[in-house]
């Protein structure tokens, strides 16, 4: 395996040098012969009802985009043209999405997105059993492929990360596995697996979820946690996904059972998220959100509205790809002391008409109409909501197609707000067209 590693290091002239200069050589040449492999078929339990009829990779985000358009555009914008997006939970929304979103890869030059619902291929009586199963049931196609590496991701993060840096750092370490990690306080690391590592950032011990977390040498307020993001030589992969799927006593997972079981075995390594992070800003902290419950979902939607947000998405260098309808612009009516359309630090989609109203602090999905008299603050409304007049909404998320009655008060009370509405620990409450008692189409 390292002979095959010194031979691709003098095929990409993949130097020690880590200068800016020296990485454009390289990165768009292993990137080329690398295929991703995107996780996205988890239901995100924790998102309640938001996710009752769609996964959460599907679950909208930004005020245009779907979660897993960031793993995606971070694909292609790396340069790799070759993804495998592996589905379960109520999948129709997301393979539409994906269908009608991200149809522009060229075929004619080996640029394909394959959409990889669980088929129980392996097994008849069984569908994607963990992580590292969904990716075994699908080696034939990897096969197929035939990569020189596959990059595994989750599709239910938000995050810009160049993943050129990383499979250039796994390639000059002659690395079996490399693992991009997160430096995240000790305090929530015990959520994550948390690693261990030598001056040369070679894993030494991991721990999956641990009830102590250690801390980072030198930091002893920070642990170095596993974002989900693996890279292997292809070769070494079949080989664990092999052993792993015979093992009856595995869970068939990366963090519980493949990782444990490589650490000190073999040249595992982890990168800095630091290292490959796109667009940090003037702190230096790399951007990276785990939109997993509604109270995370709500402020990492409410930081955009800031005047100068931590994720940038008007990078023309790294842009965001998405599914764009052809909607009419952003509608603003009405000039009168008590019945002005207009909105205020928030994010306005295509398609949205604002009559006779104020929106503060919110985001506004495509499609969104606001009637006379309402007073929206601190919300984020997803497409095809209908707000009639007269309605309050304060630190609220409407689901798409909801039509908000006239007069309705969300925010204000949030006992009131518990008997018809889910309410989180944080105050924010999600109402969906089932608890207004409506009907709508379940596929979203």
Not at 57 to 70: E, L, M
Not at 219 to 243: C, H, W
Not at 292 to 308: C, F, P, Q, R
Not at 398 to 422: A, M, S, T
Request: net charge neutral; charged share 25%; aromatic share 10%.
């Amino acid at each position: 395996m390292n002979d095959k590693l010194s031979y691709l290091q003098k095929k990409y002239h993949v130097s020690t040098d880590d200068s800016a200069d020296s990485e454009p050589r390289f990165i768009s040449r292993i990137t080329k012969n690398t295929y991703a492999m995107v996780l996205a078929g988890g239901r995100g339990s924790r998102l309640y009802q938001l996710t009752n009829w769609r996964a959460k990779p599907a679950v909208p985000f930004g005020g245009k985009f779907r979660i897993i358009d960031f793993v995606l555009s971070n694909c292609v914008n790396s340069g790799i043209r070759r993804i495998g997006v592996a589905t379960q939970y109520k999948s129709h929304s997301l393979i539409q999405h994906i269908q009608r979103g991200w149809s522009f890869l060229n075929g004619q030059f080996g640029e394909h997105i394959d959409l990889l619902p669980a088929q129980q291929r392996v097994d008849e009586t069984h569908w994607y059993q963990g992580t590292a199963d969904a990716v075994y049931q699908n080696l034939d196609i990897l096969r197929v492929a035939n990569p020189n590496f596959v990059l595994i991701l989750a599709g239910d993060h938000v995050y810009k990360m160049d993943y050129g840096k990383l499979l250039a750092f796994h390639v000059k370490n002659k690395a079996d596995m490399t693992v991009a990690c997160l430096e995240v306080p000790v305090a929530d690391a015990s959520a994550f697996g948390v690693m261990g590592v030598d001056e040369n950032s070679r894993v030494v011990e991991f721990a999956e979820k641990p009830a102590n977390p250690a801390s980072m040498p030198g930091k002893p307020d920070k642990s170095l946690a596993s974002m989900g993001i693996y890279v292997f030589n292809t070769r070494f992969l079949f080989e664990q996904l092999i052993r792993d799927a015979d093992d009856k006593n595995s869970s068939h997972d990366f963090g519980k059972d493949l990782i444990p079981y490589m650490v000190g075995k073999y040249r595992v390594f982890a990168q800095n998220f630091e290292q490959s992070c796109v667009g940090m800003g003037d702190d230096h902290v790399p951007y990276w959100r785990d939109v997993g419950t509604i109270d995370s979902y709500w402020e990492a939607n409410m930081e955009l509205t800031k005047v100068v947000p931590d994720l940038n998405m008007y990078d023309q260098e790294w842009p965001i790809w998405t599914h764009q309808e052809q909607l009419p612009p952003a509608k603003f009516v009405f000039d009168e002391d008590d019945r002005r359309g207009m909105a205020i630090d928030s994010l306005v989609s295509g398609g949205c008409i604002i009559s006779g109203s104020t929106v503060r602090r919110s985001l506004l999905f495509s499609d969104v109409r606001v009637n006379s008299y309402c007073n929206i603050e601190d919300s984020v409304l997803l497409p095809n909501v209908d707000v009639c007049r007269d309605v309050t909404l304060k630190r609220v998320i409407v689901d798409k197609n909801c039509k908000i009655p006239d007069g309705l008060i969300v925010g204000v009370n949030p006992e009131e707000d518990r008997k018809r509405f889910h309410v989180s620990p944080n105050g924010v409450t999600l109402i969906t067209p089932e608890m207004l008692g409506q009907k709508t189409h379940r596929f979203r």
